[in-house]
């Protein structure tokens, strides 16, 4: 059986895992007898294999190239009760892998360590996104973390200074100190897998009349310290930010193509100097959305096909509902449900019937016309797929091995 490979970001194979290729058959099944019947056809029983769970909207942190910046602060959280029947319905129907992340700071809730044993519980992947400045509640819950689990840090800087002005800490928080702690971390499990990311951020990028800190220039830094401290990779991606507006997340929004030439330019040479650093010992990642803008291909993500079908198979669990795309966390014409959507049988089924709307009547080439997404190739090799006279017995399977999605 083929083997899974380029795990982080190739979204496609990954929906060929044995585990999971079950699911890709029946939902390809499904849109192409709605397609011949216009309308008649029974939409798959089974649920995401993958979600994104929100815990809370809090943060301690003001990074001002936050995407999510509009929808924290607001003090909403999930609950424990809440979160416990969700994923134990979720994982009767096939649920997977969770990434705890997004909207605020995971480990501010209070539950944080009880939430995190409920999910490796119910035997799931877990990978956990954080600024860092929490790292004693991670590491009580290490004992349960497996190999394939991993923690990611937002870091985005290689010095002291550059940390500050691009994440404006609350408390006596330093990037010194949470580089040690997530040493030590990974010094109490090995098995995790502890990521150094970095979103690029280039002279001129202005949110809410402010203009972000540049750190392009400490790439090499931050490899540097990612090696002196464990880390296992170092993940580069460009900063993103909301469009007014439709509050929709997009990259490159109206540059003019020589200041373009430029930024990918200093981009490629403070690449290049990151990946000297690392000479191997660490692993370097390139995002889908740095690839693309390093060819000059973000148009091409930007195109999509008219039905998303990245939604199928995961969605986004928030204090605000449930979404079915996480570049559409906080939008109504994201939103499948409230956040107990999941919380039951009942809610489930309801749920499901509302994504099978969603995926009917969501516009994903007009709606999504500015949004470079990381499901651009899943979605349209799915399309492409769909659209052929193919058997599904004819798609490949691989071993499983990384259910993120």
């Excluded at 010992?281 to 148009?299: G, W």
Aim: with cysteine.
């Amino acid at each position: 059986m083929e083997r899974l490979e380029q795990k982080e970001h190739d979204f496609g194979t990954k929906l060929r895992q044995d585990s999971v290729i079950g699911n890709l058959h029946e939902f390809i099944a499904w849109q192409r007898k709605l397609r011949k019947s216009k309308g008649a056809a029974r939409f798959p029983r089974r649920g995401p294999i993958s979600i994104n769970l929100d815990l809370t909207a809090a943060c301690n942190f003001a990074c001002p190239h936050c995407v999510d910046s509009k929808l924290i602060f607001t003090r909403e959280q999930l609950t424990l009760e809440n979160i416990r029947p969700s994923i134990d319905t979720l994982a009767d129907n096939g649920l997977l892998s969770v990434i705890v992340i997004g909207g605020g700071e995971p480990t501010l809730h209070k539950d944080f360590e009880g939430i995190v044993r409920i999910l490796k519980a119910r035997r799931l992947e877990v990978g956990i996104a954080t600024n860092g400045s929490q790292l004693a509640k991670i590491s009580r819950i290490a004992d349960v973390l497996e190999e394939g689990d991993w923690v990611r840090l937002s870091l985005d800087a290689g010095s002291e200074e550059t940390f500050f002005k691009s994440h404006r800490p609350r408390g006596n928080v330093h990037l010194e100190r949470i580089l040690k702690d997530a040493r030590a971390l990974k010094e109490k499990n090995p098995c995790i897998t502890l990521g150094y990311s970095f979103v690029i951020v280039w002279r001129g990028i202005v949110v809410n009349g402010h203009e972000l800190c540049p750190n392009i220039d400490e790439m090499a830094g931050a490899v540097e310290l990612a090696q002196t401290y464990a880390f296992d990779y170092v993940s580069f991606k460009p900063c993103l930010v909301r469009l007014e507006g439709s509050q929709k997340e997009s990259l490159l929004v109206g540059p003019d193509s020589r200041r373009e030439d430029g930024i990918i330019r200093d981009i490629r040479q403070h690449l290049h100097k990151a990946k000297e650093a690392g000479a191997g010992r660490i692993k370097i990642l390139e995002s889908v959305n740095l690839q693309a803008m390093l060819e000059k291909r973000v148009q091409e993500l930007k195109r999509q096909p008219r039905v998303c079908h990245a939604q199928f198979f995961r969605t986004v669990l928030a204090p605000a509902g449930i979404f079915h795309c996480p570049a559409l966390r906080g939008v109504a014409k994201g939103k499948i449900a409230e956040n107990d959507g999941y919380a039951g049988d009942k809610q489930f089924a309801m749920t499901q019937s509302n994504l099978e709307q969603s995926i009917q009547a969501f516009d994903a080439a007009q709606e999504c016309s500015e949004v470079a997404c990381f499901y651009h190739h899943m979605n349209w090799w799915i399309e492409n797929f769909i659209q052929s006279d193919k058997d599904v017995g004819e798609i490949g399977r691989v071993e499983d091995n990384n259910f993120f999605l």
